[in-house]
Nanobody, 116 residues
Framework: QVQLVESGGGLVQPGGSLRLSCVASGFTISSYAMSWYRQAPGKERELVAA????????GYAASVLGRFTISRDNTKNTVYLQMTSLKPEDTAVYYC?????????WGQGTQVTVSS
């Protein structure tokens, strides 16, 4: 059974940090591009960060550039999102996505709330 399971979300104060993890099962992520999306209440889902299969190249939304870092460990079948200097506008459900030719998998999401 193919699954992506996110974890690491929670409540954090502005300026704080969180590290999200996304563990894959039922397939090997080494041949997949991986990405993180988020969706805030009343808004469309948006791409936050992406990383190619080898990890050699990454990309970020302008709103998180310099604050978030995406990484992956193919030996652990896991992708990470390190989030620092968090702002209230980062509050959203964060989703992990795996993409390869003709195949896309999504996780169920993890809630991140930034509030004092």
């Amino acid at each position: 059974q193919v699954q992506l399971v996110e974890s690491g979300g929670g409540l954090v104060q502005p300026g704080g940090s969180l590290r999200l993890s996304c563990v894959a099962s039922g397939f090997t992520i080494s041949s997949y591009a991986m990405s993180w999306y988020r969706q805030a209440p009343g808004k469309e889902r948006e791409l936050v960060a992406a990383i190619i299969s080898t990890g050699a190249s990454t990309g970020y939304a302008a709103s998180v550039l310099g604050r978030f870092t995406i990484s992956r460990d193919n030996t652990k079948n896991t992708v990470y999102l390190q989030m620092t200097s968090l702002k209230p506008e980062d509050t959203a459900v964060y989703y992990c996505k795996a993409f390869s030719f003709g195949q896309t998998y999504w996780g169920q999401g993890t809630q991140v709330t930034v509030s004092s």
